[in-house]
Each structure stands twice: as structure tokens, then as C-alpha cells.
């Protein structure tokens, strides 16, 4: 027999439940490719946690693979912590099987004696990184796989400060897991020492959107223009547990609702995918706008950290905004306000993504603000948050071009129900001075010069696709482009070279030009793409767009 067939014989012969062992045969009888798939190798635990397609198999979310993943975490934090009475925050979100792998590593923490904290039912990305530091744990688990198709689920590990897992940690946790080999090395059952399970929710709830609502800016302008029409969808999410309570809150009375994708559904059967990002998400939300005459749409994706917003424009129809303007825009509004109100002193400081804006760069600077560049990934920007908070600096804001976005400490990753208030409340802040959010956005540009944005991923799959990925970036450093658009290349920076970038090591390439366009390489981490990220500035730049991803994309 193949490896793989040796393996998928192992759990046939082993204990496992009959549905799993059933699920197998018929894979194995029906879809051949599809049990390859399931056995070839085991599902990978990242220095993010696990994703994947979930079923039957080593190499797909399961039961016994998520019990495996909290084995492993669970040695980690046993061997490395040295509280006591150690406590894990646990959520999930509307995901299938969430509740079920959510109970499972409950279940798996208790039986190895670790406290846990499990909400009671679905709860955004950002309460539970808000909840580790409020129940004081040593990590939180995530169950989600954010905005990915239906067949997908995840398992996403926080560290003690509410923000993901990084270096040496993240490394440390990934070592521990791989030596849970067989779900028989995982205690489903407590022995001596049996860890508490609670659970938490509405009295969570209270403490976080009271701590968010500290945040706002300009609430006389809520309570001035509060009625201005707001279409919320969830996307079958768990934002629609906090979103429209915190724009209530905070407000606004007149939030409209696109009842059909209210519904916490793991199938998302109103939409190809439940991500912000692609505009056919939202055509519902936007539909729904048109037949109401709302000015704002927004959408948040399964687990709450991701936001999408279309807006109206002067000729009153209404358009989607990308990461990039949304992030610019709110930057903008904040420093802005603080400013106004006195609160933008000493120590403020913003943070983005490498392949996130120059614009918001152009926008510190006007205010005298430090930005700071990170690597791709939210994680990063909670990393600097924590360093600054040691420093005694104030993280004011910060985001990412792929519509995450965050405001002040409370919370150390994306978190899209502040986002959503603060979006609503520029809104109507700019409608109290007569104008709309697109107006602002061209206020911005008018003052720091128009930028364009864009984004192509090459999918190059299997071993063919991995070797002619490496042979792209191999060709990029090995002959750097001399000019964009005709303008010349004056500087490169390679990620792989962290003593000259002060960025740990990582394979992604940018290049500058004299005009103040930029282009960033990388392989995705998690799919077989390679990604390149296009900004372009000056009047010209909706062609320069063009141009660039012609340059790039033949290579």
C-alpha cells in the first residue's frame, strides 16, 4: 500500500467514531483523488495555527486533529508557563462544526488541567483577544477560518497580550504539536488534575463595547445626524451579535439590516464568499441600500475582524471603497479629531503593513506622527503595540490594505466592531459639515496627492507551481526592474535581509521609484499564489496601475 493508504488504514483499524471511519470508505470508493488528499500528509500547524478543508483524514480539520493541535498547545503552556492555575479564553464562529472543535479543545485544555473560559455562543476574532487580557490567560483560541470558502475551518492561536502568536512562541507551539503524532497521545479524559471550564458572555460583552464606546471621537455628531441610513450585514457572521448594538450605542438609530444574511449560517448560502474584500459579497447589502436611499454600507466577514464599506458618491451612486481608502480615510478622521480635542501628544504613533498605502504614511507626517512599517499579518502590528506599551506609547490606530483595521489597546488584532462605530461616526461627522465620507476621501487626495492601489495573485498549484513561485522571486532579486513606469527604481529593500530592514526574515521584495510608486512581491503564506501589490501615485495613476501589473505579471 501507499503511504497514505497505510495511514487511512490506520484510523479504519483505529478508535475511531464510525461516522469518521464511514466518511472514509466512501471517500475511498467514490472520490479517490479526494481520499489521496485526505491522507497525504498531515495537516500542517502553522506559526498561525491550523486551516483547512474540513473532514475526515490527517490532512483535514477534524475532531482528531483539532484535539491534536490542543495537545500540543497545551504541552507548550504547561512546559513554558509558570502561573499556577494557567487559563485559556476560547471562541468560535459561525462556522460549521466551530461550536464542535471549540468544545473539543475545551475539553482537551481541562483534561491537561488548564482553566478555560469558553463564550457562550458565536463571538468575534477581537472579544476573544480582548478577553485574554481581561481573564488574564496565558493564550486564547479562535476557531475560524476567517473568509474562506464554506468547506473551510481554522484554529487560530493568541499569546497572553491578546495578539497572535510570534517568534520565538509561535515556533515553540508549532515544535510541540508535531510531536502529537497519533490522536491516541491526546488526553480527552482529566486525570488527577482537572481544569475548570466557565463559561462567559453577556457580562464579556458589557466590559468590551463599554471599553470600545470610550474610544469615540465625536459623539455629538452621532447624536446630531445618528439617523443617517446605515446597511449592516453580517454575512452570515457573528457580527451581528456586537455590530449593531455598538452602532446603537453609539448612536445611531437608523441601521438597516439585510435579514436573510443575519442568519448565522456556515454555509453562507447567499453569497460565493463570505469576504468583505470581493464586491459581489456585499451586492445584497448594496441592493438593500439602493432600495432604501443609505448613503453607507457596511460588512464584516464570518469572524468579525475584517471590513467592508461602498459609499455614495456625488452622481449618488454608491461605490466600494477598498482596504487601502477605508484605512486612509479613518486615519485620517482620528488624527484629525485628536488633534482637534487636544489627545495627539507625546508618544501617539500609527502602524500599517508593509504592502498597506503609502498615503497613510503622507497623513502621519502632516500630524507629526510616527508610522511604523510591519511585515503582512496583524500580528505584527500587535507586536509593535506591545513593545511600544513597555516604551509607554500610545497606539492611536492601524491597519492593513486587506480591510483590517484596529483603534487603541483594548484589543490586539483586527477588530471590526470599533471599525464599524468609527466609520459610522465619521460619517456623520462629515455630515455635519456637509459632506460624505467620499468627499473626505477626496479632500485627502486633493491635499496628499491621488494614489491607486492594486493587487494581482498569480496561482501557481503542486510542486511545478512551488519551483516557478521561487524561480519568480529568484529572478527579481537577481535582476531587479530598473524603472516603473518609466520612472527609475532608487530603492530595493529584501525582506530576506532583517539586518538591513529590521524586520524578521521574511521572502517578500519591494521596490521604489522616484515617483513615489511602490511594488511588493511575496509568496502567499497559506495558498499557492504569488502576490503582487501595485501603488501608484500622482494624477496619472489609475494607468500607471495598469502598466505595472502588465510589467509584472509577464514575468
Not at 1 to 10: D, G, T
Not at 445 to 472: C, D, F, H, M, P
Request: with cysteine.
Amino acid at each position: 500500500m501507499k503511504p497514505f493508504e497505510i495511514k487511512a488504514q490506520q484510523w479504519l483499524d483505529g478508535d475511531f467514531d464510525q461516522a469518521t471511519k464511514m466518511e472514509i470508505l466512501k471517500l475511498r470508493s467514490e472520490d479517490p483523488a479526494g481520499f489521496e488528499d485526505a491522507f497525504y500528509k498531515n495537516l500542517e500547524f502553522g506559526t498561525g495555527g491550523l486551516r483547512g478543508i474540513m473532514g475526515a483524514g490527517t490532512n483535514r480539520m477534524n475532531r482528531y486533529t483539532v484535539g491534536m493541535a490542543t495537545q500540543g498547545l497545551a504541552n507548550y503552556i504547561l512546559g513554558h508557563c509558570k502561573e499556577e492555575d494557567p487559563k485559556v479564553v476560547i471562541s468560535y464562529d459561525s462556522r460549521n462544526n466551530s461550536k464542535e472543535f471549540a468544545r473539543i479543545a475545551a475539553q482537551v485544555l481541562s483534561a491537561n488541567g488548564i482553566h478555560v473560559y469558553i463564550f457562550d455562543n458565536i463571538r468575534p476574532t477581537p472579544e476573544m483577544s480582548y478577553a485574554v487580557r481581561l481573564k488574564k490567560a496565558v493564550a486564547g483560541i479562535m476557531i475560524t477560518a476567517s473568509h474562506n470558502p464554506k468547506e473551510y475551518n481554522g484554529y487560530k492561536v493568541s499569546w497572553s497580550d491578546g495578539g497572535q502568536v510570534t517568534s520565538p512562541v509561535d515556533k515553540e507551539i508549532v515544535d510541540e504539536v508535531a510531536k502529537i503524532s497519533d490522536p491516541s497521545q491526546v488526553k480527552f479524559k482529566a486525570g488527577l488534575r482537572c481544569g475548570e471550564i466557565e463559561s462567559m458572555g453577556a457580562d464579556v460583552d458589557e466590559q468590551y463595547l463599554s471599553d470600545l464606546l470610550s474610544l469615540r471621537l465625536s459623539p455629538e455628531a452621532a447624536a446630531s445626524n445618528g439617523d443617517i441610513k446605515i446597511v449592516y450585514t453580517p454575512l452570515h457572521g457573528c457580527g451581528v451579535r456586537l455590530v449593531p448594538e455598538i452602532l446603537r450605542r453609539a448612536g445611531f438609530s437608523n441601521v438597516i439590516h439585510v435579514p436573510e444574511q443575519d442568519i448565522s449560517d456556515g454555509n453562507f448560502p447567499t453569497v460565493i464568499s463570505p469576504n468583505p474584500e470581493e464586491p459581489a459579497a456585499l451586492k445584497l447589502a448594496i441592493d438593500k441600500a439602493e432600495q432604501t436611499g443609505a448613503d453607507l454600507v457596511i460588512g464584516t466577514d464570518p469572524d468579525a475582524d475584517r471590513v467592508g464599506i461602498a459609499v455614495r458618491n456625488p452622481e449618488g451612486k454608491i461605490v466600494l471603497l477598498n482596504g487601502n481608502q477605508t484605512a486612509s480615510i479613518l486615519t485620517w478622521y482620528i488624527l484629525t479629531r485628536r488633534k482637534e480635542l487636544g489627545t495627539l501628544g507625546e508618544g501617539k504613533y500609527v502602524v500599517k503593513t508593509i504592502v498597506t498605502t503609502e498615503l497613510i504614511a503622507d497623513i502621519c507626517k502632516s500630524f507629526g506622527i510616527p508610522v511604523y512599517n510591519v511585515l503582512t499579518g496583524f500580528k505584527y502590528i500587535a507586536a509593535v503595540v506591545k513593545a511600544k506599551e513597555a516604551e509607554g506609547g500610545e497606539f492611536v490606530c492601524g491597519g492593513e490594505e486587506s480591510y483590517g483595521f484596529n483603534i487603541g489597546e483594548f484589543v490586539r488584532d483586527k477588530d471590526a466592531p470599533v471599525t464599524c462605530m468609527m466609520i459610522a461616526e465619521c460619517a456623520a461627522w462629515a455630515a455635519s459639515r456637509g459632506k460624505t465620507m467620499y468627499d473626505l476621501l477626496q479632500d485627502i487626495y486633493a491635499t496628499y496627492g491621488y494614489r491607486k492601489e492594486g493587487l494581482v495573485s498569480l496561482v501557481r498549484k503542486g510542486i511545478e507551481g512551488t519551483r516557478e513561485i521561487a524561480a519568480i522571486m529568484q529572478g527579481l532579486r537577481d535582476n531587479p526592474p530598473a524603472q516603473l513606469c518609466g520612472s527609475p527604481v532608487t530603492r530595493v529593500v529584501d525582506y530576506l535581509e532583517p539586518e538591513k530592514t529590521g524586520q524578521p526574515s521574511s521572502n517578500v521584495l519591494q521596490f521604489f521609484d522616484e515617483d513615489g510608486d511602490v511594488v511588493s512581491v511575496r509568496p502567499s503564506g497559506t495558498e499557492p499564489k504569488i502576490k503582487f501589490y501595485f501603488g501608484a501615485k500622482g494624477s496619472d495613476a489609475d494607468g500607471k496601475i495598469d502598466s505595472l501589473k502588465k510589467q509584472f505579471t509577464s514575468l
